[in-house]
């Protein structure tokens, strides 16, 4: 039984590997990558340049070696740069710039992020039902535990899901909404907090 369920862990794995365009691992290194619409990138070591994403391509960044551009293989990625309807998924590993534009969205949850840049809009009109309103509508969420920003240094510190702490320089750019506006933060509640909310449904109940 155990065999059967390792060979189907493995055909699973294979199987979801299989579904990219590109898979980049260990001692795997690009220059320069760009992926067109309707492609895809797995990453999960090693490390490249440039990671250009145009339309409506996805990219899924678990993990890089660590960042050194100076020899080869290179670990991490340089700059990662999105445009049009482009999706970043970012958990792990280390990229010194994520430059986004236009209608691209990313899920940051991990890894070490130098800088980020973001060229959009963080509000946008609503026009049914009336009358028309002005609504918040983020292209990034990052997943934490704590998070604070200095609005003078326009440093983003916190803590991630898995207790690693980031430190990220947020860029402006002129014309559009500042990057903090650009941001919606999904707080991960500590195990303590969970286990008093589900004992306060239990009390709930008990009444």
């Given at each position: 039984m155990k065999k059967l369920a390792l060979l189907i862990s493995?055909?699973?794995?294979?199987?979801?590997?299989?579904?990219?365009t590109y898979v980049i691992t260990d001692e795997m290194d690009f220059f320069d990558l760009t992926l067109n619409s309707g492609q895809s990138l797995l990453m999960t070591g090693g490390g490249g340049g440039l990671l250009d994403l145009t339309w409506d391509s996805h990219a899924t960044i678990q993990g890089t070696a660590p960042y050194n551009q100076e020899i080869f293989p290179r670990g991490g990625i340089e700059r990662i740069s999105a445009s049009s309807y482009a999706h970043l998924d970012f958990s792990?590993?280390?990229?010194y710039e994520i430059n986004m534009g236009n209608s691209v969205t990313a899920v940051l949850s991990g890894g070490e992020i130098k800088r980020l840049r973001t060229g959009q809009t963080a509000?946008?009109?609503q026009y049914f039902p009336e009358p028309p309103v002005l609504i918040w509508?983020?292209?990034?969420?990052m997943i934490v535990k704590d998070w604070d920003y200095n609005t003078t240094s326009k440093i983003l510190?916190?803590?991630?899901?898995?207790?690693?702490?980031?430190?990220i320089q947020l860029v402006n750019i002129s014309g559009y909404s500042p990057t903090i506006d650009n941001i919606k933060f999904t707080i991960i509640p500590e195990p303590a907090t969970l286990l008093l909310l589900s004992l306060g449904g239990?009390?709930?109940?008990?009444?």
């Amino acid at each position: 039984m155990k065999k059967l369920a390792l060979l189907i862990s493995l055909i699973l794995s294979a199987s979801a590997v299989a579904s990219y365009t590109y898979v980049i691992t260990d001692e795997m290194d690009f220059f320069d990558l760009t992926l067109n619409s309707g492609q895809s990138l797995l990453m999960t070591g090693g490390g490249g340049g440039l990671l250009d994403l145009t339309w409506d391509s996805h990219a899924t960044i678990q993990g890089t070696a660590p960042y050194n551009q100076e020899i080869f293989p290179r670990g991490g990625i340089e700059r990662i740069s999105a445009s049009s309807y482009a999706h970043l998924d970012f958990s792990g590993g280390e990229v010194y710039e994520i430059n986004m534009g236009n209608s691209v969205t990313a899920v940051l949850s991990g890894g070490e992020i130098k800088r980020l840049r973001t060229g959009q809009t963080a509000w946008q009109w609503q026009y049914f039902p009336e009358p028309p309103v002005l609504i918040w509508n983020p292209h990034v969420e990052m997943i934490v535990k704590d998070w604070d920003y200095n609005t003078t240094s326009k440093i983003l510190t916190g803590i991630w899901g898995n207790n690693s702490l980031f430190n990220i320089q947020l860029v402006n750019i002129s014309g559009y909404s500042p990057t903090i506006d650009n941001i919606k933060f999904t707080i991960i509640p500590e195990p303590a907090t969970l286990l008093l909310l589900s004992l306060g449904g239990l009390i709930i109940r008990k009444k």
